[in-house]
């Protein structure tokens, strides 16, 4: 899979060790980006089906982002290193029979909660499925995690709870407000010592502003947060509204600043030895 073939969508039924009391159904898609002989980088991108859109009308929030396409000319173009690229949607409820329960999702649960129980369920049950597959990078600065909207927050989340894992975060119209607590994060960014990680964020002055909060105001004091901490970050800030279209545009060029400079890949990841706490420093 170089990005311009059809993506393969895998069934997991698991989830438990992001606590949910239900059953619960994920489907994930596995890209390999790039010929290599070495253990792959890793670009995880939550809410797969958005970010693997071709199409308007697949997308449903704006334009298309082709990730796949992007990704692949990327890597070819030598600004991306040879990487796995996992795909995966939110949870899905399963009915006493063990079918998946189409429109009742556990997304806001899973990706707007500030535990580290996402992060833990994608080591544990995700991405050892990945290693059985093809070798991983064992570096952090080799390993991405992103993603759009509750799915942006997930992903600053997982990076925040395992910088020792994952050191590079893309997020776009991110929802750090207060859904589940999000609006905390500026805080807690500016009362810790900062976390070894790199951080593109994306918003617009017509984002989101409801019951939860600004997505403009939020995104902007992520950033601000980010900056008096001194973290390698990078926050583009324009006009657009909670749709796809900044990010589409973007897209290519996040990711060239994302993975810039990326380090030789050297020892794979063993899932074998990996922990499930959270991190302290």
Same mark, same amino acid.
């Given at each position: 899979m170089t990005g311009t073939e059809k993506l393969?969508?895998? $069934?997991?039924?698991? #989830?438990? &060790?992001?606590? $949910?009391?239900? =059953?619960?159904?994920?489907t994930w898609a596995l890209q390999l980006a790039g010929d290599t002989d070495q253990p792959r980088a890793l670009q995880v991108l939550t809410d797969g089906r958005a970010f693997t859109a071709m199409t308007a009308e697949q997308s449903r929030l704006g334009a298309a982002l @082709? $990730? =796949?396409?992007?990704?692949?000319?990327?890597?070819a173009q030598g600004d991306m290193p040879p990487c796995a690229v996992v795909y995966i949607n939110p949870a899905h409820l399963v009915d006493s029979d063990g079918r998946a329960v189409y429109g009742h999702e556990e997304r806001s649960y899973e990706y707007d909660s500030l535990s580290d129980q996402y992060v833990s369920f994608l080591l544990a049950e995700i991405l050892p499925?990945?290693?059985a597959e093809v070798p991983l990078a064992g570096d952090p600065d080799l390993w991405a995690i992103g993603g759009l909207s509750s799915g942006a927050i997930a992903s600053f989340t997982a990076a925040w709870h395992r910088p020792d894992r994952f050191g590079k975060v893309l997020s776009f119209i991110g929802s750090y407000v207060n859904i589940h607590g999000g609006h905390a994060? =500026?805080?807690?960014? @500016?009362?810790?010592s900062a976390r070894p990680? @790199?951080?593109?964020?994306?918003?617009?002055? #017509?984002?989101? !502003? !409801?019951?939860?909060?600004s997505w403009p105001l939020a995104n902007q004091q992520m950033a601000a947060a980010l900056e008096f901490r001194g973290y390698d970050h990078h926050f583009e800030f324009g006009t657009g509204g &909670?749709?796809?279209?900044? =990010?589409? @545009?973007?897209?290519p060029d996040a990711l060239r600043w994302l993975w810039r400079g990326w380090p030789d890949s050297t020892s794979p990841w063993n899932p074998g030895d990996e922990r499930t706490s959270a991190y302290v420093r």
């Open positions: 393969q969508w895998r $069934t997991h039924a698991g #989830g438990g &060790h992001y606590g $949910t009391l239900s =059953p619960v159904e994920f @082709r $990730t =796949p396409t992007v990704i692949a000319d990327l890597v499925q990945v290693a994060y =500026p805080s807690m960014i @500016r009362k810790s990680l @790199r951080v593109y964020l994306q918003s617009g002055s #017509g984002d989101l !502003n !409801n019951e939860h909060g &909670h749709r796809t279209d900044d =990010p589409s @545009r973007l897209l």
